[in-house]
Structures are given as C-alpha cells and as structure tokens.
C-alpha cells in the first residue's frame, strides 16, 4: 500500500522534512522552557484546563563505556556489546545553489 506522500516529488518530500523538522525543533525549546518553569516552581502535581502534570525525581544508572571498556579491555568489551543497525536521516537547511537529485 503507497503512503500519503507517494506521489510527491523527492524534492518536496526532504523540504516538508526539514519544515516539520524546524517546527519540532521550536516545540522542543517550548518544551524545555515550560518544564523548566514547572521544576523551578517546585511543582509535584498540577491541573490544567485539558492536561495534568506530574514532576517526579529518579535516580538513574549509566554505565561508563569507555571506562569498561579500558578497565575490562577492548575484547572483552566487544565480546559483550550488542551490534545492531540503524538508519539516520539527517536533514539540514540549503545555504547555496547546489541542488542534488
């Protein structure tokens, strides 16, 4: 089954990323900004007129790769890493009058 955006050009596809890309980026400093202001008020719990916000503390445990990895030694390391792919799309605004295919 073709998806919504199936006829249109390769062109407009990787514009429309990039718009909707830039918007998110702006909700996501939006985002951040209104958390801020909820975690400075010392909020636990509020009410809105549609949402409810929660603000809770936990405490996280990283592992220091690089430390492992010098501690254990790089075989070791490897022999215990997981190996999976991933496919990155990365889109950036045009600055000059190159156009790619």
Do not use: P
């Not at 996501?28 to 400075?40: C, H, M, Q, S, Y």
């Not at 190996?83 to 605004?93: E, F």
């Amino acid at each position: 089954m073709a998806s919504q955006f199936h006829n249109l050009t390769t062109g407009t596809i990787v514009d429309r990323l990039g718009s909707l890309k830039a918007q998110l980026a702006d909700l996501k400093a939006d985002e951040e900004i209104l958390r801020g202001e909820l975690i400075a008020r010392k909020i636990e719990a509020a009410e809105g007129d549609l949402f409810r916000a929660t603000v809770t503390e936990a405490l996280r445990e990283t592992l220091d790769t690089e430390r492992v990895r010098t501690e254990m030694g790089a075989r070791w390391y490897a022999s215990h890493c997981k190996i999976g792919v991933t496919t990155t799309v990365r889109v950036s605004a045009r600055t000059g009058t190159r156009k790619a295919a």
